[in-house]
């Protein structure tokens, strides 16, 4: 089938549909709540909208447990809701990209069900089993939700593997009858009409051979699996089938969730000649911070450091560079508010640092993601108390650090929470500052955040110079841009830790693209005033000065 590259073009918007809009008053997001925001999406610009999960599921981890992947979970609504967001969002003009989770299913799933009954049911090797290894465990992998990866089953006397929940058990890739059943389950989606597929960490389906033990250090209780499982012997191999078999019978966008992957890896699996993906999510620039102390991770609460994050950013931009495709993103329903992450929150600056964060993200070469309720300016919504968290992985980390290995105490985990918990990004979406935010009528499934009065989309809206319509002119500088979309990206003063700068160059122009990352004046020349501003988060343009948190955007002809 002819294909074309609209997806280089596009600027996608994720929605996290329990945390979006409630129709019914049930206090849980659905699809009747989406389809009456769907015009608030198209004014906004964007082309594609992401839709996490919304597939029949226990939700142990909010919808990527599926336990049926062509039914609906009942508290979005049904699978009429599906076809009327689907057809209006077309009518819109609007392509709509689902979430596909195939790395694992939830244990509800019929398929582990009877996985799970007996070691010579039809269904035993569409997952992982083993016996044990002395007693315990088959190997030392660590779950990425914290400890083992392991779980042992009473019935048949073996271990199932479980990447993340012990909810989640990781399905067999080598068995053909499974890719096969995904095949079925890609095709019925498509053939619906859907517009193509994110794909969580699709780049662990591929376990390597003989699962053997990972490395650790001496005071790691189970080795860190994306060590081990990334990547792995036979991924290109399944994503040249899936590709095969049914991607190419269709015209649609494709993304792979891939953690630990490095731009080589990339290139491999979205090269142009590749017949694979479209694009990957690598996990660079978002796991900079880490703990020093590597048992805790992500947990952390320090800063990141702007010469890190533009040696990150550029490595990716630089090494795909004709070879494959970036996808550019802050922020999404895994990790903590774009604003509050890598500039600040502060009321005083929120606004210029959110706009200065869009700016730089923006004009580089890949295709840009908004996480609902980034073009409002949404913050991490700092919670105090344990109690307040939903978050499987949040409290998983809480109970093996503080309360089992007691590695740190409690306010100090707390600390990091409110920094890096998943639950930043999923409060509800602020639309106004009646009761609930305009979220729902009812009790909402998990706590506002309080500042809902002062951030909110009818502000926004209501506002000229507010964040949303910025992001609304930064879409329309990359839709009216091939600049924007082709150029070539060139890193300026790499060991600036104040200023981030660069260049693109397309057919002879340039864009030069500067922002501030400190609300401290600055001044910077990189022969800005022979330039054409473009674009900047300041009404007026002070030629060298550079305000706090200001970012501005120059064309060379």
């Known amino acids: 089938m002819a294909k074309s590259d609209w997806w280089k073009k596009s600027v996608v918007y994720q929605v996290y549909p329990r945390s979006y809009q409630d129709s019914n008053g049930d206090g849980i997001g659905d699809l009747p709540g989406l389809t009456s925001r769907l015009s608030y999406i198209k004014d906004l610009g964007a082309d594609v909208i992401w839709l996490n999960p919304i597939y029949k599921s226990p939700d142990k981890d909010n919808g990527y447990d599926i336990s049926d992947y062509r039914s609906i979970q009942p508290e979005y609504g049904t ?43 039809p269904y035993r090797d569409y997952y992982v089993w083993r016996d044990p290894v002395n007693g315990h465990a088959p190997n030392n992998w660590g779950s990425y939700f914290n400890g083992p990866a392991w779980k042992f089953d009473e019935t048949t006397g073996q271990y199932y593997l479980h990447l993340f929940a012990d909810g989640q058990p990781d399905l067999n890739w ?62 290109n191999e399944f994503l040249k089938e899936m590709n095969e078999k049914v991607l190419s019978k269709y015209d649609v966008m ?43 991770t992500k947990w952390n ?23 494959g495709w970036n996808s550019l993103y802050w922020n999404n329903h895994d990790q903590p508010r774009t604003v509050s992450r890598f500039a600040t929150d502060d009321p005083k600056y929120r606004v210029r640092a959110a706009k200065m964060l869009g700016t730089t993200l923006h004009m580089m070469q890949g295709t840009p993601y908004v996480y609902e309720g980034e073009e409002i300016g949404m913050t991490n919504v700092h919670y105090k108390e344990l109690s307040q968290y939903e978050d499987v992985e949040s409290l998983n980390a809480y109970k093996e650090f503080v309360e089992d290995e007691k590695i740190v105490d409690k306010d100090t985990m707390l600390k990091y929470m409110s920094k890096m918990s998943r639950d930043n990004a999923r409060t509800p979406m602020q639309w106004d500052e009646s009761k609930n935010a305009g979220f729902t009528s009812g009790k909402p499934w998990f706590e506002l955040n309080p500042n809902y009065d002062k951030i909110n989309a009818r502000d926004s809206l209501e506002d000229e110079d507010s964040i949303f319509y910025y992001y609304k002119k930064l879409i329309e500088l990359r839709h009216s841009s091939d600049l924007i979309v082709y150029g070539n990206y060139e890193l300026l003063d ?46 007026d343009d002070k030629d060298t000065e550079l305000r706090a948190y200001e970012s501005k955007v120059y064309l060379f002809k």
């Open 254 to 296: 494709t993304v792979g969730e891939m953690p630990g992957s490095t731009p080589e890896d990339a290139i491999k699996y979205t090269g142009l000649d590749s017949n694979e993906l479209n694009m990957v999510f690598q996990f660079d620039h978002v796991d900079l911070s880490s703990n020093p102390d590597e048992r805790l």
């Open 79 to 121: 699978m009429d809701d599906f076809d009327e967001m689907l057809n209006r969002a077309h009518v819109l003009g609007l392509k709509i990209m689902m979430d596909l989770v195939v790395n694992h299913t939830s244990d509800q799933n019929k398929w582990f069900q009877e996985s799970k009954k007996s070691k010579d049911n």
């Open 301 to 323: 609460d320090e800063p990141v450091k702007l010469v890190e994050l533009k040696k990150s950013l550029s490595k990716w931009e630089t090494a795909l560079d004709g070879k």
């Open 494 to 539: 790499s060991d600036d830790n104040e200023v981030f700068a660069y260049k693109r160059h397309y057919n002879g122009e340039t864009l030069l693209v500067i922002s501030n990352f400190t609300s401290e004046d600055l001044s910077r020349d990189y022969g800005q005033n022979d330039g054409e501003l473009l674009i900047s988060n300041y009404k």
């Open 174 to 235: 080598e068995n053909p009858k499974v890719r096969d059943e995904v095949w079925d389950v890609m095709r019925f989606w498509l053939d619906k009409g859907v517009d193509g597929f994110r794909m969580d960490v699709i780049n662990l389906i591929s376990k390597p051979a003989g699962l053997p033990d990972g490395p650790r250090e001496p005071d790691e209780r189970y080795a860190n699996v994306a060590k081990v499982v990334a990547d792995g012997p036979r991924l």
